[in-house]
Structure formats: structure tokens, C-alpha cells
């Protein structure tokens, strides 16, 4: 957490989401550094607030977006269409019509059905095929809803070069926090093997999407340990296989990649505050602590099925007495529980109703799964801070 950061997070006298946009932009130059010469689109349904989609657009970033909302926003944030690409696999005619007729012309696809749609609605686009992952190494692992095997690859692409397409390329997502370089050294076999294959019938490639996957660094895991993911081995294994898929390519190959919480999860914090710290029995004979906090599941902590976010507690010093307690939301809902209460964290015995809480790392998918309102408890609101 930065200076700057920490002092936002102490000033604040209302529950609110607080992101530190230079602190984005170093992890964006940071990654441009270990990556170079690799074309960054941040995946928008990361993070969709305006002002940090407006920053990443003045660093040169494109956009991954996967619906036409999310090129519409993509292009009032500064993003030439040219950045932008369509990378949702499933898409609706309308979605199709709404996103060329917005400039793009670049699409995902996965299937014959969605390559025929594209031929008829987005006429001469370029169109870059998914590959299927196992997901293995991943905090989720998104294995089954996107995605062909390697030979319905082959014959997407080429179906698409009959239908008036360009082939363009190849993409893979290995899994939503991957914590494993093994992953990305798998993917990189797979299109070596597509490409090859896609070259024996002519057709190659201009670019290979990596997708996403890159990790936060903060998280613990639901035991409250920290999450450390294999960070340099997998930009490592990244950049060598780069240089292998070059090697082989009959023509230049570029690559493009597609971070969401890499860039903004670390750099986004929550303060919220306790609402009850209880005690009671349960059913089975034990005795526990619960701590209630005035942000939970439904109002930015979606992801707390399988992770924990570091929280502290300003107003409690290190000596402070603490307890173990399941940490749930506010709502008047049995799923608004971190980790479905399996696994308690340490909190201090006194806090009390109103005390600040401050949620770390918590600035991937938080406004994303936001409801407008569940039982009453609105989306929080946003401050993005600036150099100075």
C-alpha cells in the first residue's frame, strides 16, 4: 500500500472505494518493462471506472471489452477504436452490429456459428480464435465456458477465411489469478501446435493474444495466508515463449496481452467500517466470533468465495487483544460470509460498532459486482487519486 494510499484511506469519513491511479500506472509501466514490446489492452470488466480507463488510455493501453456498452465507455475514455477489440466469444447479431458499428474490427470466436455471425454483420473483420485451458493453477479457473480445442482451432480459422474473415489470430486465458508459470509455458505448447498446424493450411497469423491471468500480489488465501504467485517465473516463461513462437513464424508475430487485476487490484482499497463484532453458540455445542462489516459480498468483496482480502483495523494498535472470527457482510444473506465461514481470521476483541475497517487489495472486480442494492445497501462510491 502506498503513502498515498494509507493517508486516503485515514482522511476518509465515509465508506468508499479509493484508487490510487499512480500507483496503476507504475504496475502498467512495470509490466511494459518485464513485457516489452507487447501490445497491453486492460480487460475492462476489471475495473470500469472512467478515470482509470481515461489514465491507461493516456499510457497507450488499449481495451479488452466484451460487450458494445463496454466499447462505447472504452471510446469515451480516449481509446482510439484501433485499441479496442471485441474478445467475448459469445456474442449476440446485435452486439456484432453494435461494436462494428462502433469502429471495431477485431473479434473473438470460438465456434463456426459465432464466425458466420461476425461474416454477416461485421464484413471483412479480423477475427482471433480462443483455445480451451484446463485453468489448473488458477483461483478460477474459467475452463469451460470459452474456449475450442486446438482442432476446431483449425478449422474456426479456416472456415472464417472462407467466409471473407482474417484469420488473425490465436488467443488463451489461462485462468483468472493464475499463480503458476507451468500454465503459461502449457499455453505457449498449444500455439506452437495450432500455428504449425494453421501453416499447413495456409493460414498465418499475425498476432497471438495471451490473454489474461497475470496475478494481484496482495491476496491471502482462505486460511489468511499470503497468495504468492510464481510472478518472474511466469513473465519469464512468458517472454521465452515469445521468442520461440518468432522463430517459427513464416511472418512477424506480434502479441498482445490482457491484464485486469494485475494492474488495479493491489492499487484499490475499501474503507469501510465494523458493523457488529458478536458472540453466540451454534448449533453444534461450539462458540464463535462473528465480525459484520458494512461491505460485503454484494456492495465489492464478490470474490471472497475463494480468497481474503488483508484488512486492518486503524484505530487498533498492534498490541491490540485479538480473536478469531468469521468475517461476513451486512446483508440478510446466509452467502455474504468470506470463505463460507470455514476459516476465521484474527480481529481485535474491541472493536466496536463504526470502527474503520480497511480492505486491501481489493480494487479488481469490486464496482464490477456491485448490485445497485441488495437489502437496501447501495454500491459504494469512488475516489481516484492523483499525483500530488
Known amino acids: 500500500m502506498t503513502a498515498r494510499l494509507r493517508a486516503a484511506l485515514a482522511?476518509?469519513?465515509?465508506?468508499?472505494?479509493?484508487?490510487?491511479?499512480?500507483?496503476?500506472?507504475?504496475?502498467?509501466?512495470?509490466?511494459?518493462?518485464?513485457?516489452?514490446g507487447v501490445?497491453?489492452?486492460?480487460?475492462?470488466?476489471?475495473?470500469?471506472?472512467?478515470?482509470?480507463?481515461?489514465r491507461l488510455a493516456e499510457k497507450g493501453a488499449g481495451f479488452d471489452a466484451a460487450s458494445s456498452g463496454e466499447v462505447a465507455q472504452a471510446l469515451?475514455?480516449?481509446?482510439?477504436?484501433?485499441?479496442?477489440?471485441?474478445?467475448?466469444?459469445?456474442?449476440?447479431?446485435?452486439?456484432?452490429?453494435?461494436?462494428?458499428r462502433l469502429g471495431v474490427r477485431d473479434f473473438a470466436t470460438d465456434s463456426p456459428e459465432d464466425v458466420l455471425a461476425i461474416a454477416a454483420l461485421a464484413p471483412?473483420?479480423?477475427?482471433?480464435?480462443?483455445?480451451?485451458?484446463?485453468?489448473?493453477?488458477?483461483?478460477?479457473?474459467?475452463?469451460?465456458?470459452?474456449?475450442?480445442?486446438?482442432?476446431?482451432?483449425?478449422?474456426?480459422?479456416?472456415?472464417?477465411?472462407?467466409?471473407?474473415?482474417?484469420p488473425a489470430g490465436l488467443s488463451v486465458h489461462v485462468g483468472s489469478q493464475q499463480m503458476t508459470a507451468a500454465a503459461w509455458r502449457r499455453a505457449f505448447d498449444t500455439f506452437?501446435?495450432?500455428?504449425?498446424?494453421?501453416?499447413?493450411?495456409?493460414?498465418?497469423?499475425?498476432?497471438?493474444?495471451?490473454?489474461g491471468g497475470l496475478p494481484a500480489l496482495g491476496y491471502r488465501d482462505l486460511r489468511g495466508r499470503p497468495l504468492v504467485p510464481e510472478l518472474d517465473e511466469t513473465f519469464a516463461a512468458i517472454r521465452g515463449g515469445m521468442a520461440r513462437l518468432r522463430a517459427a513464424a513464416r511472418d512477424p508475430l506480434r502479441f498482445v496481452v490482457e491484464p485486469g487485476r494485475h494492474l488495479v487490484a493491489d492499487h484499490g482499497a475499501i474503507r469501510a467500517h465494523v458493523a457488529r463484532l458478536s458472540s453466540r453458540r451454534h448449533p453444534d455445542g461450539g462458540r464463535g466470533y462473528w465480525l459484520f462489516l458494512s461491505c460485503g459480498r454484494f456492495n465489492g468483496l464478490y470474490?471472497?468465495?475463494?480468497?481474503?482480502?488483508?484488512?486492518?483495523?486503524?484505530?487498533?494498535?498492534?498490541?491490540?487483544?485479538?480473536?478469531?472470527?468469521?468475517?461476513?457482510?451486512?446483508?440478510?444473506?446466509?452467502?455474504?460470509?468470506?470463505?463460507?465461514?470455514?476459516?476465521?481470521?484474527?480481529?481485535?476483541?474491541?472493536?466496536?460498532s463504526g470502527d474503520p475497517v480497511w480492505i486491501l487489495s481489493s480494487g479488481a472486480y469490486a464496482v464490477s459486482?456491485?448490485?445497485?442494492?441488495?437489502n437496501g445497501y447501495g454500491p459504494l462510491p469512488h475516489t481516484c487519486l492523483r499525483a500530488g
Open 11 to 36: 482522511a476518509a469519513d465515509d465508506d468508499r472505494i479509493i484508487y490510487d491511479l499512480p500507483g496503476i500506472e507504475e504496475r502498467y509501466d512495470e509490466l511494459r518493462r518485464r513485457l516489452p
Open 124 to 166: 471483412g473483420a479480423r477475427v482471433f480464435c480462443r483455445l480451451a485451458t484446463t485453468g489448473e493453477g488458477a483461483l478460477w479457473g474459467l475452463s469451460r465456458k470459452f474456449g475450442c480445442t486446438p482442432d476446431e482451432a483449425v478449422r474456426v480459422l479456416a472456415g472464417a477465411r472462407a467466409a471473407g474473415l482474417t
Open 303 to 352: 470474490e471472497v468465495d475463494r480468497l481474503h482480502y488483508p484488512l486492518v483495523f486503524p484505530s487498533h494498535g498492534a498490541a491490540a487483544e485479538l480473536v478469531p472470527a468469521v468475517v461476513a457482510g451486512p446483508t440478510c444473506d446466509s452467502d455474504d460470509v468470506v470463505a463460507e465461514g470455514r476459516v476465521p481470521v484474527q480481529v481485535p476483541r474491541a472493536a466496536a
Open 369 to 374: 459486482y456491485m448490485t445497485r442494492g441488495f
Open 192 to 211: 506452437a501446435d495450432v500455428l504449425a498446424a494453421l501453416a499447413r493450411r495456409g493460414i498465418h497469423p499475425d498476432h497471438v493474444n495471451l490473454g
Open 76 to 100: 469515451g475514455a480516449g481509446a482510439p477504436a484501433a485499441r479496442i477489440h471485441y474478445g467475448n466469444t459469445v456474442k449476440s447479431d446485435r452486439g456484432i452490429l453494435a461494436a462494428h
Open 39 to 54: 501490445d497491453v489492452r486492460f480487460a475492462m470488466k476489471a475495473c470500469p471506472v472512467d478515470e482509470v480507463l481515461a
